[in-house]
């Protein structure tokens, strides 16, 4: 079985080398050229140039890069899964779902499954990693598909940024909201629901925005001491690190991830972005 996923999930380079992950990357122009994300960009020049100021531009996957890797697949005959990054987020899971239907006309045996995470950054990683765990347990591509479906429904999301501007660019906050909020050391609590950013609440400071997410968790969450809980920060280790010690405090789950936000989020929130991952609801055995 062969496991598909694109670079908006926030993995770094080496899990895909190390478990047989083909990546789909998607695009980020810095300094006016144009590369592949993860394998051909590296994630500090890209922080760098948000911290100068540089507003950096994302595309989504290449058809090509698709044609070629479906191709491959249905040369195989192997069977194979792409989970793709949120459909309300990008245009990557519709040119998927395009060029798989031009490879089936080479190859009217292509066995693909692709799936709309409607996930973003580690909660959609979350995902992928559960998906090569239960390729190993020897799972059918079925049970690995339904699995991976309910776990994406169930993906709770939760994140707060720095920098109100970033949002306002793109989009998901007024600039006299983010104008006001930056005067005010407003922070927003933001959420993903049916893939789509969505702000829920704003506070005043870091600490307590810090402590809502916390509650909502609990609000949430369902046995999460049973999960492993993911962090994703853009450059903003001692933040992450924070609020990995807020979870042990309250949950003590099987363990918490951190992981780097990767370039293409990272141009669309800025630096300082904490993002807590987890499942509202466990699958059955």
């Given at each position: ?41 590296d994630l500090q020049d890209v922080y760098g140039a948000i911290r100068q100021g540089e507003l ?19 040369q195989s005959k192997e069977e194979g899964i792409y989970i793709a990054f949120s459909s309300q ?196 055995d």
């Amino acid at each position: 079985m062969r496991i598909y996923a694109d670079s908006a999930c926030d993995l770094p380079k080496s899990f895909y080398e190390q478990n047989n992950v083909k990546i789909i990357p998607l695009r980020v122009q810095l300094k006016g050229q144009e590369y592949d994300d993860v394998i051909g960009v590296d994630l500090q020049d890209v922080y760098g140039a948000i911290r100068q100021g540089e507003l950096l531009k994302t595309s989504q996957a290449s058809p090509e890069r698709f044609l070629e890797e479906f191709s491959l697949l249905g040369q195989s005959k192997e069977e194979g899964i792409y989970i793709a990054f949120s459909s309300q987020l990008s245009g990557t899971y519709s040119t998927a779902v395009m060029m798989a239907e031009q490879v089936k006309e080479q190859y009217p045996n292509l066995k693909l499954t692709i799936i709309d995470s409607k996930c973003a950054s580690l909660g959609y990683g979350l995902l992928v990693k559960e998906a090569v765990r239960l390729r190993e347990e020897g799972c059918t591509t079925d049970e690995v598909v339904d699995k991976i479906r309910f776990n994406a429904q169930h993906m709770e999301h939760l994140f707060t940024v720095e920098d109100l501007d970033y949002l306002a660019k793109g989009g998901r906050l007024s600039k006299a909201s983010a104008f006001i909020g930056g005067l005010l050391s407003i922070k927003p609590v933001l959420d993903v629901e049916d893939g789509k950013l969505i702000p829920i609440e704003k506070y005043r400071g870091r600490k307590k925005v810090f402590k809502r997410i916390i509650e909502l968790m609990e609000e949430r969450g369902e046995s999460l001491s049973d999960q492993v809980i993911a962090i994703t920060h853009s450059d903003d280790l001692v933040a992450a690190e924070e609020m990995k010690a807020l979870i042990i405090e309250n949950f003590h789950p099987k363990a918490v991830e951190i992981h780097l936000i990767g370039s293409v989020i990272a141009a669309h929130t800025g630096t300082g972005t904490i993002a807590i991952f987890f499942l509202s609801k466990l699958p059955k055995d």
